[in-house]
């Protein structure tokens, strides 16, 4: 039976053998080292990841790709049809035994910032992330203030990783071919991270970039304005400004500063 490519869970599978290399080779695990792999489809990074001899768990939704994955699965390699978004990864990862931890995929792009989240809330430590995302999405990730792609999600991402988009890669090098381009991106976790609560740093960072046009004296006008100005006057900014023009350390502080008890 021919497999059938399931739009919904997002199936472009690589094709291209030197892309593969390129995507596999930005990690460098060694063999006592665990690989989380999410989305293996026909398993196209999976086989060559192989190579390391590293553990390999690797998170598939679709039990179609049985076909693909079974001829992969070893002691080392394992294969979990699951939807990613809904594993406890710090419990699966009690079963393992290893030094670091390399998380790599070719993301289902309807779930790219759910899944991105889903590894900030784990509270995992990843060595390297990995990941192929759409090509505006890596730019987004990886802009700077003042730039038109700075958005919410490229402040959450850059106060916990070093974030580097590493290559593009053509739509014509996956079956079926997407609409867009894609690129692969690195993250790295940043260790100096002081502990900001996940959902309020959320909360002001959403709020801030909630009218793009507006300044942030009108997108926070909810919270109290005194410890706004004040925390950006701080920064050489005033309630004038929008939140773009804002790095991630501000928001930082004004998470802290505003739900200082
Ligand atoms: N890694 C393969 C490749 O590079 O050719 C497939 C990549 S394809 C873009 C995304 C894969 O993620 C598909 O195999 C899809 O079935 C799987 N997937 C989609 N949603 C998922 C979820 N919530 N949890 C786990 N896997 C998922």
Do not use: W
């Not at 006592?32 to 293996?40: A, F, H, R, S, V």
């Not at 390999?56 to 990613?84: G, N, Q, R, W």
């Not at 700075?150 to 990783?161: D, E, K, R, S």
Request: glycine letters at 4%.
């Amino acid at each position: 039976m021919p497999f059938v490519y399931k739009k919904k869970y997002g199936q472009n599978f690589l094709q291209d053998k030197t892309i593969i290399d390129h995507i596999v080779n930005a990690i460098d695990p060694t063999p006592q080292d665990l690989i989380i792999e999410i989305g293996p489809g026909s398993g196209a990074l999976t086989k060559n990841l192989k190579k390391y001899g590293a553990t390999l768990v690797a998170y598939e939704i679709d039990p179609d790709t049985h076909k693909y994955l079974d001829s992969l699965e070893d002691l080392k390699t394992h294969i979990i049809y699951d939807d990613f978004l809904k594993r406890d990864l710090a419990l699966d990862m009690q079963n393992y035994e290893y030094n670091d931890l390399y998380i790599i995929g070719n993301l289902p792009y309807y779930i790219t910032t759910p899944i991105i989240l889903h590894l900030i809330e784990s509270h995992i430590t990843a060595k390297k992330i990995v990941i192929m995302v759409q090509d505006e999405v890596a730019d987004r990730f990886s802009a700077t203030p003042g730039s038109r792609e700075y958005g919410a999600i490229t402040v959450l991402l850059n106060y916990y990783f070093k974030v580097d988009k590493l290559f593009v890669v053509s739509k014509t090098k996956f079956y079926p071919i997407p609409n867009v381009d894609s690129a692969v991106i690195c993250l790295q976790s940043k260790d100096n991270c002081e502990d900001v609560n996940l959902d309020k740093f959320n909360q002001i960072i959403k709020a801030s970039f909630q009218f793009k046009r507006k300044n942030m004296r009108n997108n926070l006008k909810q919270y109290d304005l005194n410890i706004v100005e004040e925390v950006l006057k701080h920064h050489g900014f005033t309630l004038d400004n929008r939140a773009e023009d804002l790095s991630y350390d501000i928001f930082v502080e004004l998470t802290r500063s505003l739900f200082k008890s």
